[in-house]
């Protein structure tokens, strides 16, 4: 399975999302942003960083890229795409996902390894965790404090499309402790922290963060 | 030559973490009584010839796209000529 890891200027965490892609048995193929061609790949993976220097709002300039040209319209087809930190912020800014992501409330860039709640495990990106299956992996940003109205949110939670929630500590002022969501097919799936940076015993925290990644290549098998 | 100004704000129901740090320093600094502070974005946008017809329409639709973000902002746009 190949599958799609978007570099855009500012990118940062692109080769960190190509590995892990690599380590779960898939295919890595590079995307940039400067090209609208998706190269035939079966899922994308928008990693983190500081695209554009996070100017004007984080992803706001990243949404107009040409590869997002092709990326909406094939997420909106039913493509797996997850944005991961920067990258959800680039969905968001997308309209892909519903809400926002702003400055943490205590305005302090956040590091830290964080304990999760995944709640959600029939979407491309989590059919390998368990429901209620808690994880850890590290988290940084400084912009991580989703937002949504509350009827937004409502609807989020009613339709079961919070995919992960922080545990312990609510690291970054975020609404009902929302970490990730995912659209109404489970196709697109937003995350702040970094599963990418959890797949090696020798540099994560744990190995939680491959769940995402052998998930997709799990879907594609069952498809 | 029109000039646009467009004034970019959070929505009032959205957490202002930086304006909140801006009261505070403002009150450190012998401001009495601060109520509330917000902060926000103003661009300032030169462009030949007038602003009319539907390149005043396209200036506004990029205000509430590019410039702003209507999850979260509000924008006003006024034209100085």
């Known amino acids: ?223 | 030559m029109a000039r646009v100004i467009v004034d970019v704000m959070l929505k009032p129901e959205i957490l202002d973490p930086q304006g909140r740090a801006v009261q505070g320093a403002l009150g450190r600094l012998g401001m009495d009584g601060v109520l509330d502070v917000r902060q926000g974005k103003q661009f300032v946008i030169d462009l030949e010839g007038d602003l009319a017809g539907e390149r005043a329409a396209l200036m506004e639709q990029l205000a509430g796209e590019l410039l702003s973000n209507p999850v979260i902002e509000d924008f006003t746009m006024r034209v100085e000529a």
């Open chain 1, 1 to 223: 399975m190949r599958i799609g890891v978007v570099t855009f200027p500012g990118t940062l965490d692109d080769q960190d999302a190509a590995r892990a892609v690599t380590i779960a048995g898939g295919e890595a193929v590079a995307l940039w942003h400067g090209d609208d061609d998706l190269k035939g790949v079966d899922a994308v993976v928008l990693p983190g960083g500081f695209s554009y220097g996070d100017y004007l709002r984080c992803g706001a300039i990243s949404r107009f890229a040409p590869v997002m040209n092709s990326l909406v319209p094939a997420a909106q087809g039913g493509l797996p795409v997850l944005g991961i930190c920067n990258g959800f912020q680039v969905l968001c800014e997308s309209h892909l996902l519903p809400g926002a992501l702003t400055r943490n409330d205590s305005l302090h860039f956040i590091c830290r390894d964080q304990r999760l709640l995944i709640e959600r495990t029939d979407t491309d990106w989590t059919r390998d965790f368990a429901a209620g299956q808690e994880i850890v992996v590290p988290l940084k940003n400084g912009e991580g404090c989703y937002v949504a109205d509350e009827r937004t949110l409502d609807e989020l939670e009613g339709e079961g499309r919070v995919i992960a929630r922080y545990l312990e500590v609510n690291p970054n002022g975020s609404r009902r402790d929302i970490a990730g969501i995912s659209n109404a097919r489970g196709n697109v799936v937003g995350l702040m922290p970094h599963p990418e940076h959890a797949v090696e015993a020798l540099t994560g925290p744990s190995i939680d963060g491959l769940g995402f990644f052998t998930s997709i290549l799990t879907a594609a098998v069952n498809a």
